[in-house]
């Protein structure tokens, strides 16, 4: 094997982590602000400024985006690797919010990052998203707070498994492991209180309801481009999911045919031995 093809895998594993990281950093910082619901909306906005605001500009989105598509496809190619589907029970608990968490959170990247990308006056702040959630469809917010937990959950048992092999793991997991669990909960109770407040608000305030209602009328007129993207994001990572699949059967049923095929050792072995008691040399 070449120099090239052995450092290949950890290449992969490096960089499969850097993304990772990368990821669960938007995300934690994501629910750190939505934790802040327990103050208020307002309170909310405001860090927004600091936890969230950087993720906007360019060389941020372009980092962001390079994250998402090579810890996607260097996960897909670790599952086409495999050589068995014996694995943990952890380990499958990881490989199933891996592959579940592109479907569940397309729908809300398109649905306010792309359109904000495409019309600048479409205004996706804390308000409108939590009106949204909480009032013109809730279905819809139980898809996205499944798919904020299942990429914070995948990314902490990915570190996890990560940091335990370190020596200063003893050290730190008393401070991480607590913050690791509070976070999310905050972020629920959060998410709670401010659903709370932006109901009174749109039964108290005619002049935010009516931004709300712009919002969403501004969103359902680019409904149509937003569905096309959505559906070829859809259809690339489908196809990319079945090529996967399809490599890792192909890999599974080789191995298996392999170990089944008998050898000419094993052929030899069961030849009855030979008699050579009645013969005489010359």
Not at 177 to 183: D, Q
Not at 191 to 217: H, M, P
Request: glycine residues 6%.
């Amino acid at each position: 094997m070449t120099p090239e093809r052995m450092h290949a895998p950890a290449i992969r594993g490096r960089v499969r982590l850097a993304s990772g990281l990368v990821l669960l950093c938007f995300v934690a910082m994501h629910l750190a602000d939505l934790a802040l619901g327990l103050s208020s909306i307002g309170t909310m906005d405001r860090a927004r400024v600091w936890l969230l605001a950087p993720w906007q500009l360019w060389p941020c989105q372009v980092v962001l985006l390079g994250a998402a598509v090579a810890h996607a496809v260097l996960g897909l190619q670790a599952l086409s690797a495999r050589r068995t589907l014996r694995l943990s029970r952890t380990d499958w608990v990881q490989l199933l919010l891996g592959l579940a968490i592109p479907p569940l959170i397309v729908a809300h990247v398109v649905a306010l990052q792309v359109a904000s990308d495409l019309d600048q006056a479409f205004d996706a702040d804390y308000g409108f998203v939590l009106a949204v959630y909480w009032r013109y469809a809730p279905a819809y917010a139980l898809q996205q707070l499944a798919a904020v937990l299942a990429v914070y959950v995948h990314g902490v048992v990915g570190l996890q498994a990560w940091l335990v092999l370190r020596p200063s793991w003893p050290r730190v997991a008393p401070l991480l492991s607590p913050v690791a669990f509070a976070l999310p909960v905050l972020a629920l109770l959060g998410f709670a209180q401010a659903g709370q407040e932006v109901l009174l608000r749109l039964d108290r305030e005619s002049d935010w309801t009516a931004r709300v209602a712009a919002n969403l009328d501004l969103l359902g007129s680019l409904r149509g481009r937003l569905d096309t993207i959505e559906d070829a994001v859809l259809l690339v990572y489908g196809a990319a999911l079945a090529m996967a699949l399809l490599v890792l059967c192909a890999n599974l049923r080789r191995l298996r045919s392999r170990r089944t095929r008998p050898t000419k050792t094993a052929l030899r072995d069961d030849w009855p031995a030979a008699d050579f008691t009645g013969l005489r040399l010359a």
